[in-house]
């Protein structure tokens, strides 16, 4: 028999609309399930053993992170099924950059009140993205929390453990001077940014749905929703082929906070500003919010999700395995002696 308290029902907090949301994410949850998954979703922790067959010093890699105030839009526009899949990119994608197998997630989902089939469309996302980066939803809270959050609102939280071999460890201690930079394109303005986004656009469910020209007819809420690309696949295929020296995921700081982070103190970034592939969605909010250039850079990824740097003589290489999984990867720049910064020229 399951509990019941109609006292805590009353005050805003129903148990048994949580066994009910458990019973909806099952059947995602279940296609997240990897050969190392020990136990079943309802324990108090999640088990996972680690196959480590080739690896000889195996290092765990966590990483955490949240989708911000994204979830603004899907509130108003009512859509719940991919921001769960912006909670797994931002976690896995960090991890990813070391060169580190992502293995288990576990997402954290607070609310107002819960509505079972809302939460369940929420985990839908959640366990798309782990589905799609091999990783295994191996756990994960619901918390109803009247009074702290409005009835129709809710925040989602992820974390992500992986493992890499210490001798392959993606550092970026073997960064040189002429090294040549690879973009990822992105799939938007995934998950970082949107205070801003929602300041110039006023967002409200009105302003979501009118259509622009500039975004190819789609919606601006289509647009902005857009779930946050996921490379892991893209990214491990690659250090399969190449040497990759370095790995930068572009995301809150845009590319001047996020790209030295992946450089020795003696080197410097030189993007070369007409390689970039700039995305419809970046112009447009730079034209409405009259932002320049130089905020655009440093507050988004300007349509570039993720920047690796392999040795001159292994670009054409890494370009070829990059195609191979489906990635339109292009050089954007190269790495010039300088003081641990980015020149946009």
């Known amino acids: 028999m399951k509990s019941h308290s109609e006292s805590y029902k009353a005050a805003g907090v129903d148990v048994e609309a949580g066994y009910r949301a458990v019973e909806l994410m099952k059947e995602h949850v279940k296609r997240t399930v990897t050969p190392g998954v020990l136990s079943g979703i309802g324990g108090f922790g ?12 195996p290092v765990l890699v966590s990483g955490t992170d949240g989708v911000g105030t994204k979830l603004k839009l899907a509130f108003l526009m009512d859509k719940h099924d991919t921001v769960g899949i912006d909670c797994v990119a931002m976690c896995v994608n960090d991890i990813v950059c070391c060169g580190a197998k992502p293995l288990c997630f576990l997402d954290y989902i607070a609310c107002g009140k819960n509505v079972p089939e809302k939460i ?18 191996s756990g994960g809270e619901t918390a109803e929390m009247p009074g702290f959050y409005p009835e129709d609102e809710y925040d989602l939280a992820g974390f992500a453990f992986g493992v890499v071999d210490r001798e392959k460890i993606i550092d970026g201690s073997l960064v040189r001077e002429g090294d040549t930079l690879i973009a990822l394109p992105s799939t938007g303005v995934h998950s970082n940014g949107f205070s801003l986004v929602r300041k110039v656009f006023g967002v409200t469910k009105e302003s979501l749905e009118t259509r622009y020209d500039e975004l190819g007819g789609a919606t601006l809420g289509e647009t902005l929703l857009t779930p946050t690309k996921l490379y892991v696949k893209d990214i ?28 020795p103190e003696n080197c410097s970034a030189e993007i070369d500003r007409e390689a970039v592939r700039v995305l419809p969605i970046f112009e447009l909010i730079a034209k409405a919010g009259s932002i320049p250039e130089r905020d655009m850079f440093n507050t988004f990824n300007m349509g570039v999700g993720m920047i690796v740097a392999v040795a001159p003589e292994e670009a054409d290489a890494a370009l070829a395995a990059l195609q191979e999984t489906g990635c339109n990867a292009y050089r954007i720049g190269r790495v010039i002696p300088g003081e641990h910064e980015v020149v946009i020229r």
């Not at 999640?46 to 010093?57: A, P, S, Y």
């Not at 369940?120 to 980066?133: L, Y």
């Not at 491990?236 to 450089?263: C, D, Q, W």
């Open 46 to 57: 999640g088990l996972f053993e680690l196959d480590l067959t080739g690896i000889t010093k």
């Open 236 to 263: 491990l295929h690659l250090i399969s082929k190449v040497k990759v020296k370095a790995i930068s995921h572009i995301t809150g700081g845009g590319f001047y906070e996020n790209i030295p982070r992946m450089l």
């Open 120 to 137: 369940a469309e929420i985990v839908k996302g959640v366990a798309d993205g782990c589905v799609e980066t091999g990783c295994t939803l």
